[in-house]
């Protein structure tokens, strides 16, 4: 059974249509990797997967049930869906390791000590474990990047969502991100990652969407969606990407 | 007895010492209680009118924060669009009037709170609103609501950035309690109007009591820098170096 499965999803915004008649599922253990030009609706289709946008129309099924219906309900299923951001979205107020353990604390209601190991435990797993006293504003964005990751994962979400998770690094540190990401990978974690990185995106993926103008353009598996694209948008797409 | 302006200054000290005193610490009991409970009023309004209101929300949740924030919007406007003065004159005796009695003391320091409220409510919306809206979505990710994000994230946040605003707001608090003698609070005015008044040494009187109010203006000063200081944190941090290599 799909972990995550959309339906007929629709999103405007007023009278501007950002995603139109979207169907695509997830199952468990899959990598998607979402591409295409900008302004064609991959994060919108991110964020409404995560409810952060209201979908206009059509319905979003988590392991058989539709997700939404009321806050309670909401912030549940985000407990279960990590989203990790282009800009991170770090706590300014607290630590590496009191953004690790936050979660933990006030939405998973776990002890003090075991959120602390919990954090410890998936700081290490992205190098960051030394810098568990240092605040966000006093690291790199590789740095914070990967104590973002950490924080999602301290979660133990069933999907992880990844909003270009790269686009605001500076180019040397774009490396130790994809790095760990692709190490999740690996592992078996079910993500669904919005990114420009081509041949990251052709190394981890188990499926590639092309996303153009709020439709899903093309998807396949990535041997052959980069090898030999059918649609011709996909194609000009990918040719100006991959000479870059 | 012919005394000159030093010796009356010290003559009305040694005479009026206890007034001037006792008018100091009413005078400072009751800006700093007006204005910390008016801060506490000010936080919730802020707080009130920042709370998004989400087309998902139930119906009864629509209309219950509308008139919540309209409520709130009104007070704000009706207490900074008018003196005081005026508003003391209301509450402390305009409402004896239809057998709703408070002491002096309590409709003063109502006073200050309410106005407090109303001007700190926009700094503190201000404030909420200058934390960047990424760190809500990054609690929201995690699941938590609206008032976790609100009270861990963005408050302790936005504190820090109305430190300055709520110190301006006190040292005017404690100018301003020298108008609400017209309710008959013996503060610090009211004390030196008494001892002016006995021998009519107005200038010498309202010198000592311009110099009260100007030293406490200038320690509140000093305090609440240090406090600006304090709250700004640590610059450095150490590396946890049992975890170097892990
Ligand atoms: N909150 C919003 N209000 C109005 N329009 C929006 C909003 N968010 C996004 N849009 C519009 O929706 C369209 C798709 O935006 P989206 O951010 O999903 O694109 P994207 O594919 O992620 O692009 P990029 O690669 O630049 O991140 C854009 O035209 C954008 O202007
Ligand atoms: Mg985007």
Redesign the interface.
């Known amino acids: 059974m799909a972990i995550i499965h959309v339906q007929h999803l629709s999103k405007a915004f007023g009278t501007h249509e950002v995603l139109r008649d979207i169907d695509f599922r997830i199952d468990k253990g899959e990598v998607v990797c979402i591409i295409g030009s900008s302004g064609s609706g991959k994060s919108t289709l991110l964020r409404c997967l ?1 409810l ?1 946008e ?1 979908p206009t129309d059509g319905i979003i099924l988590f392991g058989g049930g539709e997700i ?4 309670k309900k ?7 869906v ?2 990790v ?1 282009q ?9 590496v390791l009191e953004n690790c353990m ?2 933990s604390r ?2 998973l209601k776990k002890s003090k000590e075991e959120s602390k190991a919990n954090a ?1 435990k998936y ?2 797993k992205v190098g960051m ?7 966000p504003a ?1 690291l790199s964005g590789g740095q914070k990047q990967r104590v ?1 990751i950490a ?2 994962l301290t ?1 133990e979400p069933e999907v992880l969502l990844f909003d270009e998770p790269t686009s605001a690094l500076d180019p040397e540190m774009v490396g130790e991100v994809l790095n760990v990401i692709k190490e999740l990978a690996e592992e078996g974690l079910t993500m669904i990652i919005v990114t420009h990185e081509m041949s990251f995106a052709r190394d981890v993926s188990t499926k590639t969407i092309f996303m153009d103008q709020g439709v899903i353009a093309e998807d396949g598996a990535p041997e052959k969606f980069f090898v030999s694209p059918k649609n011709p948008r996909t194609k000009e797409f990918l040719s100006r990407f991959m000479s870059a | 007895m012919e005394r000159n302006i030093i010796q009356w200054i010290i003559f009305l000290m040694q005479e009026y010492g206890t007034y001037f005193w006792k008018g100091t610490l009413v005078t400072l009991e009751t800006a700093i209680l007006g204005t910390l409970l008016g801060l506490v009023l000010g936080f919730v309004i802020g707080i009130v009118k920042s709370t998004p209101i ?5 119906m009864v949740k629509k209309i219950y924060y509308k008139v919540l924030k309209t409520v709130c919007d009104g007070f704000v406007q009706v207490f900074r669009g008018t003196p005081m003065m005026v508003q003391a004159m209301i509450i402390y005796y305009g409402l004896k009037q239809y057998g709703i009695d408070i002491s002096s003391f309590n409709a003063a320091i109502l006073v200050i709170l309410l106005n407090t409220g109303a001007y700190m409510a926009e700094t503190v919306r201000g404030g909420i609103q200058s934390i960047d809206n ?2 809500f ?10 008032f ?1 994000i609100m009270f ?2 963005v408050l ?2 936005a504190f820090r950035n109305i430190i300055p605003e709520t110190g301006n707001l006190f040292i005017t608090n404690l100018k301003m309690t020298s108008v609400l003698n017209v309710i008959g609070i013996s503060e610090l005015y009211f004390a030196t109007k008494t001892a002016a008044n006995t021998y009519y040494r107005y200038f010498e009187a309202f010198l000592i009591t311009g110099a009260i109010y100007f030293i406490l203006c200038a320690v509140f000063s000093k305090l609440l820098s240090i406090l600006e200081k304090k709250m700004e ?1 640590k610059k ?6 049992e ?2 290599g ?1």
């Open positions: 995560n952060l209201t939404g219906g009321g806050e909401i912030n549940e299923y985000r407990a279960k990590g989203m951001f800009s991170f979205n770090l706590f300014n107020n607290m630590t936050a979660g006030k939405v410890i700081l290490k474990a030394p810098y568990i006293n240092a605040k006093q973002a924080r999602a979660m | 989400a087309p998902e929300d139930s990424g760190q979505e990054g609690g929201k990710a995690l699941g938590m609501s609206h976790t861990s994230v302790p946040q944190g450095d941090y150490e590396l946890a170096t975890y170097i892990d």
